[in-house]
């Protein structure tokens, strides 16, 4: 399962080869996260740097937990606790990181494309941890992951994704994601939100959630971004939530063993409903536990694929 | 001393003229312009097989000066246009503070006449402070040397102020330019708002918002029979309102830029913030419409829209980023290597485009003709002579330049202004 890649910027350059190598490789780091020592010496001597420049709590514990649980030595730079408030710039800052000797830096920046822009002059691997609007890679990996766990294929499966998409770098990124594994992707939501001009990523938007959800396998729910939302997006929370909120009675459409998805964090009672969110149906918390093995296959075959191949 | 230019290709769109005469100077003005002339007491400039054109005119740029020295200054930006084949340039009023008082108009003359090779002509801001709500005093500024008016970057949004101010601006026989963009569609877009926004994840400025306000200013001119100017048109929908509207006898004239007549928004791929302006490079339809318009004159004129900034402003993330290009120094090269050479326009519209319809817009009486009596401001250039753009040897004090590497033939070699070579390329 060869993986050429030096950085992880985003779904858009892997191929659906790379996808299913990291998904595979994903399955074999399973079973260390369930073990009593919950460590394994592959990344020994590796320096991570968890560069979190906007707010995080699922992806930067997870990348840390990931990065740990391999044996590698990981820093967490936020930035509060940082230059970057004193006007540092984006480069100096990776540019002094980086003269620690790390490894890999893993970056989530409000600015889409920040990653790209520090893998031009940078020489660690770089892993997009969530860039402005743009990608979110390790979501769409880890999301895929749990698709085929619960559904073992991913060809001819319909995938609804409601809400929020055009300012969504986890729908952007499961979008590239699932069309590239061969499911039929519709999408949901108001047309502010969800542009036509989306159709031109092979997919469908139905603005009609109550038909878009019909006989669907996967419903992917999305958080209203309110810190991203111009004015007029759509008329009130209260008008969105009777369009687009997921309900008992829309989920009667789609097929009797949909999953329900979110990436979190859920504003609950407005995309869906706390009983919908807990209920046997939703894979949300699935979803963050396989964020880990997700990033634990992501930083080994960056860090740990090359080095192996080498001795081997 | 008298100037003598011998056996050049003499185009002159003004008479149509494309033959190989010689054109003796004096005083700053062409005195003679014939085949063979004989004078012992000139300076001679024999330019065999090189194309000697009206001087180009760039009825756009961005000096910096006052206010903004660490980008540009009127030495430096001058520089630059002379380099690029520029005799002569309209500087934008936003800088600091805003040209939008005689005491700034003056200024920039005064530093022009002791430090630019070329001619430099100030335009002022239609609204004080470029604040869109109370219009400048025209006729003083105009006194002062302002040549046209325009709030550029910052445009005045309000109808009822824009029809003030074109309306006045009548009375003074002087032109409003106006950078068309509706800041509420633009919002707070950084791209064009498209398929290639939706892959990068930027912000998008839909192309409505370019379009609106041509729309609007078009009624205001034809309801006021007033005269206006589009800067930097980047839509086909904005090149179809401005191909109506003259069709309708309204008194509209528009420019455009290099960087939208061969990029598109395709080039952002890489967030390279050298792409970033505005108007934001559009989409493929809307490039071949413009290159279309350049053909059928509804596009009257070539522009760089050159606005300096300095490589720590726009080495950052591309939401960060300054809008903004710099030209002066590509333009001329870029266009003969991509329009002329490969025959898409001819070298007559291309001269045309460059200098007598930009002097004719800006009403600059003896500029963009060659003929007896007429300003010696030239250009010479050299059609086959090619080189690689390479923005670390810019005369410019800034770099920001999505053209950097491109290999082009087709130079300018040599320009005069006022009968004075200001710049000369060794081949």
């Known amino acids: 399962m060869p993986f050429f890649h030096k950085h992880l910027l985003g779904i858009q350059d892997l191929s659906k080869k790379d996808i299913l190598t990291i998904l595979e490789t994903a399955e074999s780091m399973e079973g260390i996260s369930t073990r009593d020592v919950k460590?394994?010496?592959?990344?020994?001597?590796?320096?991570?740097?968890?560069?979190?420049?906007?707010?995080?709590?699922?992806?930067?514990?997870s990348f840390e937990l990931a990065a740990k649980r391999l044996s590698a030595d990981i820093i967490n730079f936020n930035r509060q606790a940082s230059s970057v408030l004193k006007g540092e710039s984006l480069r100096d800052t990776v540019e002094n990181l980086e003269a620690m000797y790390a490894d890999a830096i893993i970056?989530?920046?409000?600015?889409?494309?920040?990653?790209?822009?520090?893998?031009?002059?940078?020489?660690?691997?770089?892993?997009?941890?969530?860039?402005?609007?743009?990608?979110?890679?390790?979501?769409?990996?880890?999301?895929?992951?749990?698709?085929?766990?619960?559904?073992?294929?991913f060809e001819g499966l319909k995938v609804v994704i409601v809400g929020d998409i055009l300012h969504s770098r986890v729908a952007r990124s499961n979008i590239l994601c699932l069309h590239k594994l061969g499911t039929h992707i519709i999408l949901s939501g108001p047309p502010a939100l969800v542009p036509e001009s989306l159709e031109k990523f092979k997919v469908e938007v139905n603005y009609d959630m109550d038909r878009a959800v019909e006989d669907a396998d996967v419903i992917m729910m999305l958080r209203i971004q309110k810190e991203r939302q111009q004015k007029n997006s759509y008329p009130s929370i209260r008008e969105y939530r009777f369009l687009y909120s997921l309900t008992e009675k829309k989920l009667k459409k789609a097929k009797k063993k949909v999953i329900i998805m979110h990436p979190g964090p859920v504003n609950k009672g407005v995309e869906l409903t706390s009983d919908l969110a807990s209920s046997d149906r939703s894979v949300i918390l699935k979803q963050v536990e396989n964020g880990v093995s997700v990033r634990m296959a992501v930083l080994y075959l960056l860090l740990g694929g090359k080095e192996r191949e080498a001795t081997d | 001393m008298k100037l003598l230019i011998k056996n050049g290709r003499v185009i002159d769109p003004a008479s149509g003229k494309d033959e190989i005469l010689d054109i003796l100077i004096d005083k700053g003005k062409i005195i003679d312009l014939k085949p063979l002339i004989k004078d012992d007491n000139a300076h001679t400039l024999d330019v065999p097989g090189r194309v000697v054109a009206p001087g180009f005119i760039d009825m756009h740029v961005h000096l910096r000066e006052p206010g903004q020295e660490y980008k540009e200054t009127i030495r430096t930006g001058t520089q630059a246009a002379a380099r690029g084949g520029f005799t002569s340039i309209a500087c934008m009023p936003n800088t600091s503070p805003v040209n939008d008082s005689r005491g700034v108009t003056e200024f920039i003359l005064n530093e022009a006449s002791k430090k630019a090779p070329v001619n430099v002509f100030p335009i002022a801001a239609v609204t004080r402070g470029l604040q869109g709500e109370e219009i400048t005093d025209m006729v003083d500024l105009i006194d002062a040397g302002a040549i046209a008016f325009s709030d550029d970057g910052q445009p005045v949004s309000n109808s009822q102020i824009m029809r003030r101010a074109m309306e006045y601006a009548k009375i003074s026989r002087s032109l409003i330019i106006d950078h068309c963009e509706d800041k509420e569609l633009s919002a707070d877009g950084v791209m064009h708002e498209g398929h290639y926004s939706n892959i990068l994840g930027l912000n998008g400025i839909p192309s409505p918002s370019e379009e609106v306000m041509i729309a609007r200013d078009i009624l205001l001119a034809e309801y006021l029979e007033a005269r206006i100017h589009i800067a930097h048109i980047s839509t086909k929908r904005s090149v179809s309102l401005v191909k109506a509207a003259k069709k309708r006898k309204i008194r509209i004239t528009a420019e455009v830029t290099p960087h939208h007549i061969l990029l598109t928004d395709k080039n952002l791929q890489t967030y390279d913030t050298n792409f970033k302006m505005k108007p934001p490079l559009r989409g493929e339809k809307d490039k071949k419409a413009i290159l279309a318009a350049v053909l059928d004159g509804t596009i009257d004129a070539?522009?760089?829209?050159?606005?300096?900034?300095?490589?720590?402003?726009?080495?950052?993330?591309?939401?960060?980023?300054?809008?903004?290009?710099?030209?002066?120094?590509?333009?001329?090269?870029?266009?003969?290597?991509?329009?002329?050479?490969?025959?898409?326009?001819?070298?007559?519209?291309?001269?045309?485009?460059?200098?007598?319809?930009?002097?004719?817009?800006?009403?600059?009486?003896?500029?963009?003709?060659?003929?007896?009596?007429?300003?010696?401001?030239?250009?010479?250039?050299?059609?086959?002579?090619?080189?690689?753009?390479?923005?670390?040897?810019?005369?410019?004090?800034?770099?920001?330049?999505?053209?950097?590497?491109?290999?082009?033939?087709?130079?300018?070699?040599?320009?005069?202004?006022?009968?004075?070579?200001?710049?000369?390329?060794?081949?």
Not at chain 1, 40 to 61: A, C, H
Not at chain 2, 413 to 420: L, R, W
């Open chain 1, 39 to 61: 460590k394994v010496p592959v990344l020994r001597g590796k320096t991570i740097i968890n560069l979190f420049l906007e707010p995080s709590t699922r992806t930067s514990s």
């Open chain 2, 302 to 427: 070539f522009a760089t829209d050159h606005a300096p900034h300095t490589p720590d402003e726009k080495e950052v993330e591309f939401d960060y980023a300054p809008f903004g290009i710099i030209g002066l120094e590509t333009a001329v090269p870029l266009l003969l290597d991509k329009l002329v050479n490969p025959g898409l326009i001819s070298l007559q519209r291309f001269v045309e485009m460059m200098s007598l319809n930009p002097a004719t817009i800006l009403g600059l009486k003896n500029k963009g003709r060659i003929d007896i009596g007429t300003d010696a401001d030239l250009t010479v250039l050299n059609l086959s002579a090619s080189y690689t753009i390479d923005s670390s040897n810019f005369f410019s004090k800034s770099r920001n330049t999505p053209f950097n590497g491109w290999a082009v033939k087709g130079i300018p070699e040599i320009t005069i202004v006022s009968g004075k070579i200001v710049h000369k390329v060794k081949i």
């Open chain 1, 107 to 153: 970056i989530r920046h409000t600015a889409a494309g920040a990653p790209h822009y520090v893998s031009t002059f940078c020489r660690s691997h770089i892993i997009n941890a969530g860039d402005g609007a743009h990608e979110h890679p390790t979501q769409a990996l880890l999301d895929a992951y749990t698709i085929k766990q619960k559904k073992k294929k």
